[in-house]
């Protein structure tokens, strides 16, 4: 759970509503996205009533831990169970309601948007509505939305299994009179900007010393004077730019940064993998800085400052590695079934069973998987789907060997957003796109797949391989050839076909953690 890192300084309170329609988003634009009181793990999912009355509304009361900070978006997971879109009459940021204690002020928000578009969602995934840099001041903060009357889809992800905070609430009459509580955290947050300081400055997950889980993100923000500007981000040991991440420059059609939610901020986010778990990581980059021109005029290049990042494995989610194949970098080469993609193409990655323990000793039955990640390209300069990503016991009847998915098995997702993705070659970190799936409680008698198929005609989607062996640091790769990488034409009618001879490894993981 990311606490608020670094808030900017007091520039009064936004009173004045925005009225329009907020379009959603499947991508986390900063890392900083903070949902304070709520572990970011649903265990149950709840409705006030079923179908939604007139006045449903959920919020959360932020009290003044928000204050001085700016607000870039909110965020809020909800299990849509219907095949279409739904709609939110309204979502927004609200101050308290006078002399009303944990009700917020519905007349009089900070940011609201009329009709908030929820995409199609089979499972519960954090969708995150982007608004305009918002400054609050020391205003007691509330985030709520309403379901749309008569509805009956919808259901509030929630955390039941973490501390109880006391800050959720709801209420079928829009805080009339009464509104109640019980002990779940809601799903419904703020992403919140760290301190944007000076140009040249880099963060990552918005602090300079970062410490993370293993599997969770790394979100560099790179802090410019313009957006005409470029940057270079370098591996720093020692604070001295040694190896450049990237091969371009980054601007605003560089590739795997985009531009923060806020002017001047570029952003991207990483997996930490196994191999990544050890001594702090530094980072910094090589930037042009107009605030120190040259002679001619034109902008000196500047070295920013060290930021690092510390990945730790407090649940031993890397002994035995079980759902990871590759070793976490990639060599440059990307893969497909066909180009265009058929009606019928998969990948997927035969993980074996999951024997791997905790560090307390613990198998893995007493954990959960709980993601699939993709390293993959995106060719085109707009978002594009999987038709499938999940994960799946085999299919032993079509396939003796094993080596074939049955996709009816297991727990899945359909139309998975893939996200405007270039990435960069040769020996580098790829930042995989985690697809939260509904957790799937580890069966070490089962061996587990992890599945990902393209949909009809597609010609963007490309996935990441690994060809050049281990991480002898993490112990966490296999050696190759190993034949775990599998690939079909026909849907997995007939058995899966070795993906490359046996020479790859597709760069597709499951992520499971201890419950």
Not at 104 to 119: G, M, Q, R, T
Request: one cysteine or more; glycine letters at 10%.
């Amino acid at each position: 759970m990311r606490r608020f890192l670094a808030c900017l300084g007091v520039l009064g309170l936004v009173s004045t509503a925005q009225a329009q329609l907020c379009e959603p988003e499947l991508l986390n634009d900063g890392g900083t996205v903070d949902k304070l009181f709520y572990d970011g793990v649903a265990e149950t999912w709840v409705k006030i009533n079923q179908p939604s009355g007139n006045s449903d509304w959920y919020n959360v009361d932020f009290d003044a831990t928000a204050q001085s900070c700016t607000v870039a978006g909110i965020a809020v997971d909800v299990w849509n169970t219907s095949n279409g879109q739904e709609v939110f009459p309204k979502i927004g940021l609200y101050p308290e309601f006078p002399g009303a204690p944990n009700v917020p002020d519905l007349a009089n928000p900070i940011f609201e948007c009329k009709a908030a578009v929820k995409v199609t969602d089979a499972f519960a995934s954090v969708v995150y509505y982007p608004l305009d840099c918002i400054h609050l001041g020391s205003t007691d903060l509330h985030v709520a939305f309403q379901m749309r009357p008569g509805e009956s889809a919808c259901f509030l992800s929630s955390d039941a299994s973490g501390t109880y905070y006391n800050r959720s609430f709801v209420t079928s009459n829009a805080y009339q009179n009464t509104f109640f509580t019980g002990n779940l955290n809601w799903a419904l947050g703020l992403e919140v900007l760290p301190t944007a300081a000076t140009a040249g400055k880099l963060l990552l997950n918005g602090v300079e010393n970062a410490t993370v889980n293993v599997f969770g993100e790394i979100c560099y923000t790179m802090w410019l004077a313009n957006t005409g500007l470029r940057f270079l981000l370098y591996f720093c040991p020692g604070g001295v730019p040694f190896l450049q991440i990237l091969p371009v420059a980054f601007t605003i059609s560089g590739s795997a940064f985009f531009p923060a939610a806020c002017p001047n901020g570029w952003q991207a986010c990483i997996i930490g993998e196994c191999g990544f778990v050890g001594p702090p990581l530094e980072f910094c980059t090589i930037y042009q800085d107009p605030l120190n021109p040259k002679v001619n005029g034109k902008p000196s290049l500047q070295v920013s400052n060290v930021a690092t990042v510390t990945v730790l494995d407090p649940n031993g989610a890397c002994e035995g590695c079980f759902g990871l194949n590759d070793d976490g970098n990639h060599d440059g080469f990307f893969w497909r079934v066909t180009n265009p993609s058929g009606t019928s193409d998969w990948f997927n990655v035969n993980l074996g069973t999951a024997l791997a323990t905790t560090s307390a000793g613990d198998t893995a039955v007493n954990n959960a998987m709980t993601s699939v990640e993709i390293g993959f390209s995106n060719s085109y300069p707009v978002p594009n789907a999987w038709n499938y990503v999940g994960i799946n016991n085999p299919d032993t009847v079509t396939d003796p060997t094993g080596n074939t998915p049955d996709t009816s098995t297991g727990s899945s997702i359909s139309t998975a957003s893939a996200p405007v993705v270039a990435y960069q070659t040769h020996d580098l970190l790829w930042p995989a796109v985690v697809y939260d799936i509904p957790d799937v409680p580890v069966d070490t008698t089962q061996v587990w797949h992890a599945t990902v198929g393209w949909q009809s005609g597609d010609t963007a989607l490309w996935i990441a391989s690994d060809t050049d062996g281990t991480d002898p640091d993490s112990g966490c790769g296999i050696a190759l050839p190993v034949n775990y990488s599998f690939a079909s034409s026909d849907g997995y009618v007939n058995a899966a076909g070795v993906g490359r001879g046996g020479n790859v490894h597709w760069a597709i993981k499951i992520n499971w953690t201890e419950k």
